[in-house]
């Protein structure tokens, strides 16, 4: 497996956990987004955040932990927009957490966002296959 590694300032962590209900952002993941602190870390917020071309692949991602097909790593890169600044490119990894006895039920994700200069060739790839579905 290839690693790559990528110069930042900030990694932005969440944690989501869905027995209960609670929902964790860093603060370096709130800034990457755009987000001010005392906003409450929700879905259809960070779904805003994501690029208008990049939500129907962003969200059907964000589904998988609801699967029974869920992947127990996932590593993705998409489009923020933040205000006026225009669209940035990040580089997210998830990791899937399952009930105990099972491969299946997914009952918590944590993962973490870094900012990216661009998308890799394989998300390029990616995004045309999506688009042309």
């Known amino acids: 497996m290839e690693m790559k590694l990528w110069r930042t300032e900030e990694v932005g962590l969440f944690d989501v956990n869905f027995d209960t209900g ?3 952002w860093s603060y370096e993941l709130r800034q990457i987004l755009g987000v001010e602190r005392d906003v409450p870390a929700e879905f259809h917020l960070l779904l805003r955040c994501v690029h ?9 991602i964000a589904m998988e932990p609801f699967r029974p097909d869920c992947p127990e790593h996932k590593t ?4 923020i927009v933040r205000g ?6 990040v ?5 899937s957490i399952f009930r105990p006895g099972t491969t299946h ?5 944590v993962g973490f966002v870094v900012e990216i200069p661009g ?3 394989h998300q390029r790839a990616w995004q045309l296959v ?3 579905a």
């Open 130 to 132: 999506d688009i042309a």
């Open 105 to 109: 039920d997914v009952v918590r994700i």
């Open 76 to 79: 993705t890169e998409f489009r």
């Open 119 to 121: 998308p890799t060739v």
């Open 22 to 24: 609670e929902q964790y």
């Open 84 to 89: 006026d600044s225009g669209a940035q490119w």
């Open 52 to 60: 208008p071309e990049d939500r129907r692949a962003f969200y059907e």
């Open 91 to 95: 580089h997210a990894e998830r990791v």
